[in-house]
């Protein structure tokens, strides 16, 4: 509002611009944030959503809700077409935005590999908006194949393959099965669980790379308990709409491939004139910031330090607080420090009373204390009072009665309601 | 599953067809409820939806959850494309489906009285898609007008036009303000509460015609108490993209019209061959049943009864365990009894703490002891233990904190996801 204020615009309503626009609070600049959702959404439980577990709303809040006591912030829900690097400007679909500062935290998006077929055939989980869609698709196998006219054609709608054994296909893989060990097999007297198979496919020889060997091994072992087939050292060869071709050619009939192996810059960044990787990434400097344009920080998943960190949510967080403490360092007049990610740790869930832990790159857990310790973290991070009352209770009804209140099929494609030709004002 | 039982097949899974399939629970009959989405929607509450004060899933429930205690009803999700009286057979997109008795109950549709516009510019709230269409558009509307150049620019967004006084419009007019009031206000310090304004208009004298004349006087002080502009005796001549033109030539510039006018039977049903009224009802003997098919009923909005009942939930699984008890009737070879409406009561709520309550058609209540007695009954009237605490939560939420949880704009549309061409499988 004030004149004589630095404008500092961060794109993105991620973790890491978030956690930048709410480490501005009390400083003397006007921060404005652009996003094409009016929501966050927590994405480390985007899988839950996809696996009927959590509705679309407990993992998602308002921006406006978020920043609403903080004076010197705005929202403005826009899609970003393009950046003027020289003239410090962001092109955006409501007009032209000014700013003095910016800081870039858009995410990344799925990477195929080049695997011929999998990007139009295959499921991404990386938005709520994708989540729902897998949710429905999901749901709607079961119903397909309570009214197939045998086992042969009921098979691929009852066969899940699950590309990548990193922590989303390893907890989607879990979430799933115990979606179809419980609610489905209650609710669908026509389908015998044993029916359903879930292959989780791994290209390299472990799950969960990022975790020590123990921990790889058990959620291994319990995955195979809970019924899901694992195969590692097993790569893609193509996907079409019938299924997927592995690398040592056995073909697997599935309606249902979902892509969590591969993740990248988003490409729309090099239209934006922005240097970018092979992987889509922007390098950065040691301090996130863009070479030649000291005003302008890349964070979160769209930034590629120089030292290696995850792409994580955690990881996302501490740049976005580091690059307003960069911009903070700028108005004082001094050199932004370079950053360095804390690695506080990692915790996956593969089933009720399993997950697995691993502290500080040091303390390593696993089975009923690691899902309490997961558990406790989730609910303590997720944003928003409600939302942590809607997901305990949606979780306690889950552990006690093995049930699923997220089970409603809405999509609005299907029949396409009436839409006022004035929506998008 | 037995040959020997006859078939008992129920269109729709609202509260007629829900009610007659549970009716028929434990009955020598095979059941099977059909309907396009997997979910029962508690229709009562869906103007809850459309104001951002309930989240989709709060109001909806997976039929086949709702049946899974009844072994002798099984679901079908599919579209019906038409009847065959004769040969007792539903043609439904997935194929034939032979019945010995029938039930219909797919509801209503909006009936827009010829008003020239009304179909293709306003808003509809009859199903739980169009309930979550109208709450993003009006999300977007304040997004949109924080970021309109000028009041004029800014001012058909904040507008909002809600045609029809019945209890839908009531119910969500009021609702409309309490989000602006509480929530928006909070989260959008560019927008002055005070520059939105919320039109009532109703053609007759007088809103909430089927309830005492005194109840609809306290609903239109309270409305106005509110800041709802309630325009009686006011019609609509035509909606355009930019607004409305009333009956006495007045224009009003609004981004959003809600029609809650007119409700008839679907128009569908005349292209199955089944008589219809010009409201589209299906006329139907004293005992629902249709005339020349005796083993057929029609119940719910879509009969036309020879004793007139209102188009309520109440009505609707009063004719549907009816419908239900006829079937049982025709076994035993007796002839099914007319159908008597019962009216237990109705009620409508108008904002925190103001409530209508007519019971008995005798007893007549207002404002506060109203809305507690409102509260209790939809809170046991919902389906669903689940949904019925997440509900409470979050209309306690609303209660207490004067927020609301449910201001996500999720829409699948914007910007399109992925969509592998196999889905409707």
Redo the contacts between chains.
């Keep these: 509002m004030s004149e004589h204020r630095p404008r500092v615009v961060i794109i993105g309503a991620g973790f890491a611009g978030l956690w930048a626009a709410k480490t501005l609070a009390g400083a003397p600049v006007d921060v404005v944030l652009v996003d094409?959702?009016?929501?966050h959404s927590f994405f480390p439980l985007l899988y839950q959503v996809a696996a009927a577990e959590l509705?679309?709303?407990d993992i998602?809040?308002?921006v406006?809700?978020i920043l609403?006591r903080q004076d010197n912030a705005?929202f403005?829900?826009?899609e970003v077409q393009g950046l003027d690097l020289g003239d410090r400007m962001v092109r955006t679909d409501?007009?032209p935005l000014p700013y003095d500062y910016l800081i870039l935290g858009i995410g990344s998006t799925t990477r195929y590999f080049g695997v011929d077929g999998a990007?139009?055939?295959?499921?991404?989980l990386r938005?709520?908006?994708?989540a729902?869609?897998l949710r429905n698709?999901i749901?709607?196998?079961f119903?397909?194949a309570?009214?197939a006219a045998d086992s042969q054609e009921r098979r691929p709608?009852l066969t899940f393959v699950v590309v990548g054994g990193g922590p989303t296909g390893v907890e989607f893989a879990g979430a799933l099965q115990e979606l179809i060990n419980g609610?489905i097999a209650?609710?669908?007297?026509?389908i015998d669980p044993s029916s359903v198979s879930i292959i989780l496919v791994e290209a390299t020889p472990r799950l969960l790379s990022i975790y020590p060997n123990r921990l790889a091994r058990y959620a291994r072992r319990r995955l195979h308990k809970m019924g899901v087939s694992v195969r590692t050292e097993t790569t893609v060869a193509s996907v079409d709409?019938?299924g997927v071709t592995l690398g040592d050619g056995t073909r697997i009939d599935s309606?249902t491939v979902v892509w969590t192996a591969g993740v990248g810059g988003d490409p729309v960044v090099s239209g934006w004139g922005l240097p970018t990787s092979q992987s889509g990434r922007v390098p950065v400097l040691p301090s996130l910031q863009l070479e030649g344009y000291p005003e302008v920080f890349v964070t979160g998943d769209l930034a590629l330090p120089q030292a290696a960190a995850p792409m994580v949510a955690q990881n996302a967080l501490q740049q976005g607080t580091h690059a307003a403490g960069g911009v903070l360092c700028l108005l004082k007049g001094d050199a932004p420090p370079a950053y360095n990610y804390r690695d506080l740790g990692n915790m996956a869930v593969i089933g009720r009373n399993a997950a697995v832990v691993h502290l500080f790159s040091r303390w390593a857990f696993q089975g009923f204390p690691a899902w309490v310790m997961w558990l406790g973290v989730h609910l303590l991070k997720l944003v928003g009072f409600?939302?942590r009352?809607?997901a305990v209770?949606?979780w306690a009804?889950d552990y006690l009665f093995g049930?699923r209140?997220?089970?409603?099929?809405?999509?609005?494609?299907?029949?396409p309601?009436?839409?006022?030709?004035?929506?998008?004002?």
């Design positions: 094409r959702n009016n929501y509705e679309p709303g998602a809040y308002p406006r809700t609403r705005r403005r829900l826009s409501r007009g990007e139009e055939h295959s499921f991404s938005t709520l908006d994708e729902v869609v698709h749901l709607r196998r119903e397909a309570e009214q709608h609610p209650k609710d669908h007297h026509g709409a019938a309606s409600r939302n009352i809607a209770l949606s009804g049930d209140a997220a089970r409603v099929i809405l999509e609005r494609a299907d029949p309601p009436p839409q006022p030709g004035r929506l998008p004002g």
